[in-house]
């Protein structure tokens, strides 16, 4: 088994060494409960709600922030997932990486852009990356790709055991005592392709934007290993899981996850 | 608003006539509520549990189950789905309709079969049908069918407002206050496709084999309309629905379910 976080955090945008200390400190927390893997949230470095792009452009330094996440993961012998704001000359992406103490072992660009974001990043073009890492073969999409059944199963098929997605839900109406329905999309995406899901989420206030505080645990038979706190406070959500088990795409004793699809008639 | 019925029933498998008088009963009681679709679960006719083909082909006797069926819409002035086992020469089909006063107005087989489905029927070839009927739009696929996405997003896409899912879920263990994942799987699909989900699901027992108690209705936003009973008592629930709201796929302001979508990078 091996033992997984998913940070919530309370970041500020514009303040980016103290977003950086959060994340920190939270990767420090999870390795001294024992945990192998950790996520961070979407733009955990930057925070999210930019005035414009411009002020996006001004406050991404990736570089530092990798730097950051290679180091604490050398010093606590942990895999971090991330999302970070990533610049390239005057190109914004809305990007994630998986790193362990050897450095950077994958990096992505969300595809899917919600909200205004699409005046801010130019979205990915590339399916989620999956790596072997540690701990497991990781793969990593960020928020809204989440989203859509379609992307997950490609980081299934890519050989994914887990999939870490670091996401900012923004907090909307929902029905009492339901689960938000950003949380069920995660559980489902879990049980059609067999794969663990780990979702770490924000909360506090930004800007006026309050968050879902979901940060949760799926395992690959969609049930919550974590539930999500559902409140505005930090929070470490960790869950023990058996990652490997996810390469076992069997459902019952006559079924098959990937054997009983028809992608000849899905069009 | 349009009022849905989805029917839990107590079946016994063999008792064709016994069956076929519960589904009309609930017809009858769903159109006293003032519904105008009502879903009836899968193999409602012949019920689930075959001793072996042979019993299936000998219990088959579609003609007389959708008679019944026209007949009861026409009476009671209202659009049925329904499951049954079809039959034609020597082949069956793990079958549905959507019939109206006037007759069958579309007819569906079971692509994605489960257990030992595949030892009785032959699997369907085509997509959900999507047909117009007096109250909207209305989509069928059965059971096992609705937990791939891709198959919801080809009715959503056929211009389905409400999907009709005519399903026998046999209980399987899950965490404790949890949704079943087969409920969660629904939910999803309706949220990611901006389509009304309708669950008709069973109760009672089977030769040994017990039921969910499942059925549910889902809105478009994935969220329950009418949560299932979970438990093993025969139920109509029934939700009002604006179905013609799932043909705008706008989410928030900035984004579409639709268009939204990346097919070109899904593989």
Redesign the interface.
Known sequence: MTRIAAAQLSLTVGDVPGNRRSGREAIANAAAAGVGLVVLPELSDTGYVFADRDEAVALADPGQTLEGWVEAAREFDVVVVGGYCDRAGDTLTNSAVVVDGTGVLARYDK??L???E?EVFTPG???PPVVDTGVGRVGVLVC?DL?????V??AADGGADVVAAPVNWPLAD??EG?LP?EV??A???A??YGVHVVVADRCGDDRGTRWIGGACIVDR????AARPSLDDAPALVTADLDLAAARDKRL?S??HLVG????D???
């Open positions: 595809v899917h919600w909200g205004r699409s073009t590339t399916p809204y989203e859509f059944p379609e992307w199963r490609l929902r029905p339901e329905i069920v999309k559980q489902a995406a049980a059609y038979t969609g049930y919550l019952g006559r079924n009983d699809r028809r992608p008639l899905y069009g």
